[in-house]
């Protein structure tokens, strides 16, 4: 048992000898600069698939592609921003142009309600007032519909405030084109000068007096009327252009009356009385003409001759001063000589 025991010790003693006799594993030093590094060699299947995708045209393409996607994104960002800004300074000014409209229909009621002023002006503040709210409530819905919010019943909200906007604008054009209308027909009146002469002066003279022409449910022609005219009013001019017979409108054959004989226009009497001029009113009223005022009698005409008044025209103008004649100049009386 102790030689076992010494055997095992002197064993280990050798071992322990033997190692820390060994020199120590050197540490790797690192290479100098420039010193080639050994590479592992490429996978030529990789090296293959980024030659590929570098030189590939559908990867080209798809990134140029990209590109423009990012640019035209960046755009619309632009687009929008600036979009935003101006429908936000544009709602701003709206709200300003409401306030000051609502102010001036506040002072404008006041006065008209004072009496100071017409009831038309506070139509007009009423009518800006109105406008000023519509393009408001046109902007706030952009707004909203801008910004995504309840875009559905949004978009049906501005179409029907674009509708009305229009018909609004609609109405203003024909009301202006009304006035205007009005504003050349008075200019034209006020050109036209009204005939002067024997004939003028007696169809101006008749229009205000009274005639009947007939019982109620009576029809009389329109030559009888002339005679009637004639008669009670003293009016005797010739009248051109007025069709005394009816013809039919497809046929183009003269129509006939009960009795078969030629049909003639006339006036379908209620037994009322009326002046010479409201007969002649009655009469181009019911058959789609005018009667015109010339030197040398009436005209019926569809169009009116340059510088011819209608006979309303000149039954409402005033007629012509006639210019007094001018007396002669009285002789100058020579200073008599005193005989010496």
């Known amino acids: 048992m102790r030689r076992l025991t010494a055997s095992a010790l002197f064993a280990l003693t050798l071992c322990a000898t033997t190692i820390s006799a060994q020199p120590p594993n050197p540490e790797p030093q690192p290479k100098a600069l420039g010193e080639k590094v050994d590479k592992k060699p490429a996978d030529p299947t990789d090296a293959g698939i980024s030659a590929a995708l570098a030189n590939d045209a559908d990867v080209k393409m798809a990134k140029a592609k990209i590109q423009l996607a990012e640019a035209e994104l960046a755009k619309a960002r632009q687009v929008v921003t600036l979009k935003v800004l101006t429908l936000k300074a544009k709602i701003d000014q709206l709200k300003s142009e409401l306030v000051a409209a ?16 017409p009831q038309a002006p506070l139509l007009v503040e009423r009518e800006k007032l109105a406008t000023a709210k519509t393009a408001l409530a046109l902007a706030e819905a952009e707004w909203k519909l801008l910004t995504g919010s309840d875009s559905d019943k949004l978009t049906a909200r501005v179409v029907d405030l674009v509708a009305l906007e229009e018909r609004r604008m609609a109405r203003e054009r024909d009301a202006e084109l009304e006035r205007l209308v009005i504003a050349q027909r008075e200019l034209l009146i006020r050109a036209r000068k009204a005939p002067v002469g024997a004939i003028p002066d007696q169809i101006r003279a008749a229009l205000d007096k009274p005639v009947k022409l007939g019982a109620k449910g009576e029809r009389v022609p329109f030559e009888k009327a002339l005679e ?40 379908m009497s209620q037994g009322e009385t009326l002046s010479v001029g409201a007969w002649f009113q009655l009469l181009q009223d019911e058959n789609r003409g005018a009667f015109y005022v010339r030197e040398y009698g009436l005209l019926f005409a569809t169009t009116a001759p340059p510088d011819a008044p209608t006979l309303t025209e000149f039954w409402k103008q005033k007629p012509v001063a006639k210019p007094e004649p001018q007396s002669e100049p009285k002789p100058e009386q020579k200073p008599k000589t005193e005989q010496k």
Do not use: C, H, N
Not at 102 to 117: F, H, N, Q, S, Y
Not at 246 to 258: I, P, W, Y
């Open 102 to 117: 609502e102010e001036r229909v506040k002072a404008t009621k006041g006065m008209v309600d004072k009496g100071t002023l």
């Open 228 to 267: 009637m005219f004639k008669k009670e009013a003293g009016l005797d001019v010739p009248v051109r252009g007025f069709p005394i017979a009816e013809f039919d409108a497809v046929t183009g054959r003269q129509l006939l009356d009960s009795t078969g004989q030629p049909r003639t226009i006339g006036i």
